[in-house]
């Protein structure tokens, strides 16, 4: 999903953001996904100091992600990439650890339990074994081929489809790895923020919306039309 210029002038998590669908349910209705392109000034260890250790809430927690990702998985994560940058990946964030913390990574052809979400883009998993393809990746002198996030989205999934009705997202599909892997994950180009974003709307064929004026000598102009036609 990829938010129209002007869908997020109010919802600072959703202005200018691109976010992969992690999980549609019909049965429970509700769709799940993950905000790529929101980095927040924080480490993986000064996460893992500042938030509580507590065990998942139980059953009554319909909101919790439905996919591995523990207090127990940042911890090891921590002792090897300490000073890894956190992505804010949604406005859902549980006070534990065990309930906000995902992780993406392009190993999953090799990793036990992990979800092919796109083209080299994966979800979760066995930590030992992304760790350890991480670590051996970054000491070949390649790019980091693993993100960390903390929160996550969620809709039902009428609200989801009246939402694109609206044109507040664009819904795109990477057609290949080297696209997915890249806004996903940054390698490449250093792409993030809003250069992600902008990027996956040029290569949706939006060329008008990918340069459409944003920033602070234009928002507010922008904020005070859309409020005047609510």
Same mark, same amino acid.
């Given at each position: ?5 002007? #869908? ?7 202005? /200018? ?37 507590? &065990? ?18 940042? !911890? ?33 052809? !090799? ?10 883009? !994966? ?7 992304? #760790? ?12 980091? &081929?693993?993100?960390? !996030? ?7 999934? #009428? ?30 180009? /250093? ?40």
């Amino acid at each position: 999903l990829i938010a129209h210029p002007l #869908s997020g002038l109010f919802q600072p998590i959703f202005d /200018k953001s691109l976010i992969m669908l992690l999980r549609v349910d019909k049965e429970s209705d509700t769709a799940q996904g993950l905000v790529l392109n929101k980095p927040i000034e924080m480490t993986l260890s000064q996460l893992c100091q500042e938030v509580p250790i507590r &065990g998942r809430v139980g059953s009554e927690n319909l909101m919790g992600p439905d996919w591995p990702g523990t207090e127990e998985d940042a !911890f090891r994560f921590m002792e090897l990439f300490p000073g890894r940058p956190v992505f804010e990946g949604g406005p859902i964030v549980h006070e534990s650890l065990t309930d906000s913390f995902l992780f993406l990574h392009m190993h999953g052809a !090799f990793v036990p339990e992990s979800r092919r979400l796109a083209p080299s883009v !994966f979800l979760g998993g066995d930590v030992g074994v992304t #760790s350890a393809l991480e670590s051996s990746r970054c000491e070949r002198g390649g790019a980091s &081929g693993l993100r960390f !996030f903390r929160g996550f989205c969620a809709w039902s999934l #009428s609200q989801l489809e009246i939402e694109l009705e609206r044109g507040i997202w664009i819904h795109a599909r990477a057609r290949c790895s080297s696209a997915a892997v890249e806004l996903c994950l940054g390698l490449g180009p /250093k792409v993030g923020g809003e250069a992600a974003w902008r990027l996956a709307l040029e290569a949706t064929g939006l060329p008008a919306l990918a340069r459409f004026p944003r920033g602070t000598a234009v928002d507010p102009i922008l904020t005070e039309l859309l409020q005047a036609h609510q």
